[in-house]
């Protein structure tokens, strides 16, 4: 058996830059009917890497990008409306509280 020379550090580098892609599915069957599938799909890569191959989601979630679903908002218009939703309302916006 040959000793490897690459280091932890060198091949998380090559995963890295290449990505990796992990996928199974698990499937639960009772008497041929199947009652649950999970497809899981795993991609390990470099932040780059992933928006290279058109995978930058995380980019528009609010949960990550607070600015950008303030800025869809702003951009569809709904921020604008729902101001002036409120300010019909009795009381105005604090009415809702």
Same mark, same amino acid.
């Given at each position: ?5 690459? @280091?932890?550090? !060198?091949?998380?580098?090559?995963? &890295?830059?290449?990505?990796?892609? +992990? *996928?199974?599915?698990?499937?639960? @069957?009772?008497? !041929?009917?199947?009652?649950?599938? &999970?497809?899981?799909?795993?991609? +390990? *890569? ?12 995380w980019t528009n ?12 908002l702003e951009e ?13 309302l009795p009381g ?6």
């Amino acid at each position: 058996m040959a000793a490897s020379t690459d @280091s932890l550090a !060198d091949i998380l580098e090559r995963v &890295l830059d290449k990505g990796v892609v +992990i *996928a199974g599915d698990i499937g639960v @069957s009772v008497v !041929d009917v199947e009652l649950l599938t &999970l497809r899981i799909r795993l991609f +390990i *890569a470099s932040a780059q890497t992933a928006r290279e191959m058109g995978m930058d989601w995380w980019t528009n979630d609010p949960f990550f990008a607070p600015k950008a679903a303030r800025n869809e908002l702003e951009e569809t218009g709904l921020a604008a409306r729902v101001a002036e939703l409120e300010a019909r309302l009795p009381g105005g916006r604090d009415a809702l509280r």
